[in-house]
C-alpha cells in the first residue's frame, strides 16, 4: 500500500480534494495523473498561434487539470459550472463551499480583483438584453490569466507536499478496482479511492464505473463553434462583465444556445484529442489580442431509444476534423449565410485576423448537424442586438467547440458509489463543469472520505 488515499487525477478536483485531507488528518495521500507537472504543459501556440500537435496529455492532462491550461476565470457562483445546492446540501452551504475554495485560490495568488459584482451598469446590460430576447447572468469572477495560472498552481503543489502529499506523474492508471488500482499491470491497494480524471478521462471512467456495476446516466452535452470578433466589439460588455454569460432560446427550433468562456484580447487555441481535434479559448494578462473569442454553443439531450449523447457528440467532433484533414475548421459567418466554404482569400479580406492560423478553411455546415447550424445563425443575430458587431459578416466561426460532460456517476451524499471506499469528483465523474465547481466537489469527496475514516467501526 502506497498511500491510505489514492487520487486519480491531479486536477482542481483532486488538488483540492488532497488539500482537504491532508490539512484535516494523518491520512497518507498519493495523486496520479498520466500527465505531466504544470511547467512542462507550456503550449507553444500560445506564442505564435500555431499548434504544433502536442499530444492530446500535454493540454488536456497533467497537474491542474485541463483547467491549469485555460484562461483561469474563477466564476464565483454556486450555480454555475454545475449547481453545487444540491450535493452541498443547500444553497447557502453551496456559497460558502465556493467561498472556501476561493479563499485558497486567494493564498496561492489569484488576483484579489472581482468582475462583474453588482452594479447599475450590469442593471443597464440585464435590461437591454432582456429587451432583445437575451438573458443576461450577471456572475462575480476572478481573471487570473493563462501565463499566471501555473504560478498558482504551482503554489499549490508545493503546500501539499510539505503537507505530505505525494504525486506521481506521467502514470496511467490501467484499472479500479475495490480497494486498489492496477498501474503498469501491478495491484496497488489503498483504503481510499477518489477518482477525479478530469474531461480527459471521462470516457475510460466511465469504462470503469460499469465493469463495477456503479449506476451512470448520460448527461446533456454542448455543441457548436468559438466565435472570434474584434475585441472593440466586446468591450463595452467586458467592462461590465468579464467573462459575459448570454442565453438564448432560439426562433426556430426552441433551443438553448449560450455564450461560455469569453476571453477579451485572447487568442484561439487548439485542443487535441486521440481521435479528433477541437477547439477552445485563451486571454493572458501581460499578452494581448487585437481580438476577442468566445464559445457559442447549443444544448444537446437524447431521449429514449438513443441516450448516449457522448457518443453523439464525438462523432460530430470526429466528422468536423475528418473534413478539416486533422486541423479544426474556420469559416467567415458571412460565407456560412451564403452558404458557401470560406478560403484563407476570402478571410483576409475580413476585417478579424485569425489568432490561430492552424487551420483549414471550409463550410461547418458540412460537419455540423443543420438543426446547430441554424440555432448559431439565429442565436448570433439575437446576440447582436446586445454586443453590435457580433454579427459581422467578418466575425469568425471555428468548429468544432465541443463539450462533453461525462456521464453522471450516482453517489451518496457523501460523494462516494455503490463500491465501498470508492469516491468521485471533478468533470470527469459528471459533477461539475468548471474550475471552481470541480475544486468544490474534490472538497465534498474529501470530506465524505474523512466522515468515513473517522466513523467508528462496529
Known sequence: ???DVIIIGAGPAGLFAAHEISSKSKLSVLIIDMGREMDKRACPAMETGTCIRCEPCHIMCGVG???GMSSGTLNLRHDIGGDLSEMAKGTAKAQKLVEEVDAIFLEHGAPREVYGVESEEIERLTRRAAAAGVRFIPIPQRHIGSEYLPDVVNSLKKKLEKQGV???LNTRVEQVRKGEVLIKGKRVRAKYILAAPGRVGAVWFAEQARALGIKLTHGAIDVGVRVEVPAVVMEPVIRVSRDPKFHIITKTFDDFIRTFCVNFQGYVMEERYDDYVGVNGH???ARKSTNANFAFLTRVELTQPVTDTTAYGRSIAYLA???GGGRPLLQRLGDLRRGRRSTWQRIERGHVRPTLRSVTPGDI???LPGRIVTNILEGLERLDAVVPGVASDSTLLYAPEVKLYAMKIATDEHMETSVPGLFVAG???GLSRGIITAAATG????????HKAHRPTR
Open 443 to 450: 472538497v465534498l469527496a474529501a470530506r465524505g472520505i474523512l
Open 365 to 367: 455546415s458540412m460537419a
Open 321 to 323: 476534423t475528418t473534413i
Open 65 to 67: 487539470g485541463a483547467g
Open 166 to 168: 505525494k504525486f506521481m
Open 1 to 3: 500500500m502506497l498511500a
Open 283 to 285: 486571454s493572458l494578462r
Open 427 to 429: 468533470d470527469g465523474a
